[in-house]
């Protein structure tokens, strides 16, 4: 054990009433949510990069936190293990998402950074099988080095591109090591600043190949886990080529790979696309691609990907309502891709940010399940499209009408239709009864 949590007991469920700031109000990880524990459900991880290696600055100023870890090499990289194992187990986080240079210090030559990685990964193995924590999904960081300053995978340079690729290779081996579910590509700088320098239909095809070779190499291995892509649609370049989940999906299917690779979505990049999160998450429940989220939210004030931690309850209700009419998590779960505000530099400002976003979720998914379970919604939606069900509908929509077939019907019917209301304030103050 380390002192850096030092005093603070294992943070337990005391019920809403409970006025303890390191207690959970609403996360009772063995409440039964439709007949599943609610861990099960939200399957909560711990970012390692947000919580262990953000020095606290921005744009106008350096680091604010002081962390023991933050200046050495080896041995600081493993105290940084030590302390990230006591907050995954004094919250009782089931999963735990990682970069390979959150865990490692940058090494001499990729050779040298890997043999530090799988260093640190014999590190976790140790506390995985002491501790039960696992792990949700491990991910390479090509995006934070200078020499991915124009990209990896779409990086002008094909030398470039082969450093992400067997930066790619060694990360996902030993997140197969670990026993992770996922493997995620987060492309950072995967876009353009500008197009005056950028040919896209080539960086476009680097790209797919780059993710053709990680399922190749996913099925050689035997890895179980899913394939992830992250969408973001700008910051730091102007343009990235995973925009949202649209755009993820069209660059799926040009390269053949929707039914092998699956989204990672976060809030925070939803927002910066223009969507809502619960947007992003029943289009890729629609296309057969939602894998997992990252759940945080931005400021909307500032324009920029805050990543702060969750606390508005009705977003977070109508986003786990499309993930558990999708049939819930398989492989993905709720990571916490979210950090501490640059002031707030104790310790405990860990537990209070983790717990304040797991108990959002936690009534999130409970508003969700009722608002399930009440039946209400989905008749409205059922009465809705209704129409649809007739065999006239179903022909058209099955493609065995032509447009001259359904004109000649239209005039023969004298068909008319009255404008329906769309109910909208009623569905609102409708889905506010449960949260």
């Known amino acids: ?64 936190f002081e962390r023991p870890w933050f200046d050495g090499e080896m041995d600081a990289a493993r105290h940084k293990a030590d302390v990230a194992f006591e907050l995954f187990t004094l919250l009782g986080s089931p999963y735990f998402c990682f970069h390979d240079a959150d865990v490692r210090p940058e090494g001499e030559s990729y050779q040298d950074s890997t043999k530090r990685l799988n260093a640190i990964a014999d590190i976790f193995e140790e506390k995985i099988a002491q501790t039960g924590v696992k792990l949700l999904w491990g991910t390479a960081n090509l995006f934070s080095n200078r020499r991915f300053m124009g990209g990896a995978a779409t990086n002008p340079d094909p030398d ?30 995967e876009g353009y600043e500008t197009l005056l320098n950028t040919r896209m239909d080539q960086e476009l095809d680097q790209l797919g190949r780059m993710l053709s070779m990680v399922v190749d190499y996913k099925h050689k291995t035997g890895f179980k886990g899913a394939i992830l892509v992250e969408p973001k649609p700008q910051e730091p370049t102007k343009h990235q080529y995973d925009y949202d989940v649209a755009t993820v999906y069209g660059f799926l299917k040009k390269y053949g790979l929707e039914d092998e690779v699956k989204v990672n979505i976060e809030v925070g990049h939803a927002i910066l696309a223009g969507h809502t999160f619960e947007h992003e998450v029943a289009l890729a429940s629609a296309h057969g691609i939602l894998g997992s989220i990252d759940m945080n939210r931005n400021d909307y004030q ?118 329906r209301s769309g109910r909208q304030e009623y569905l609102e103050n409708l889905i506010n009864r449960f949260v």
């Open 302 to 419: 500032s324009g920029w990907d805050t990543d702060q931690f969750p606390n508005n309850v009705p977003e977070v209700a109508l986003a786990y309502y499309h993930i558990l009419k999708a049939g819930g998590f398989s492989t993905g779960g709720t990571n916490f891709d979210a950090k501490l505000r640059r002031q707030s530099i104790d310790p405990q400002d860990l537990l209070h940010g983790h717990i304040g976003g797991m108990d959002t979720c936690a009534r999130g998914l409970k508003a969700a399940a009722a608002i399930i379970e009440d039946g209400s919604y989905d008749a409205f939606l059922e009465d809705r499209y209704a129409g649809w069900k007739t065999p006239e509908a179903q022909a058209m929509l099955r493609g065995e009408r032509t447009l001259e077939d359904i004109t000649a019907r239209v005039e023969a019917d004298n068909i008319n239709p009255r404008p």
């Open 1 to 64: 054990m380390t002192d850096f949590f030092k005093g603070i007991e294992k943070i337990r469920y005391e019920g809403p009433e409970s006025t303890n700031p390191l207690a959970f109000r609403h996360y009772n990880p063995d409440e039964m949510v439709m007949g599943k524990r609610m861990e099960d459900h939200l399957r909560f991880a711990v970012a390692y990069w947000h919580s262990f290696a953000w020095e606290g600055g921005d744009p106008f100023g350096g680091r604010t």
């Open 160 to 189: 470039v591109f082969a450093y992400a690729a067997a930066t790619i290779k060694a990360n996902m081996d030993v997140t197969r090591r670990l026993g992770g579910e996922n493997y995620v590509l987060w492309g950072g700088r």
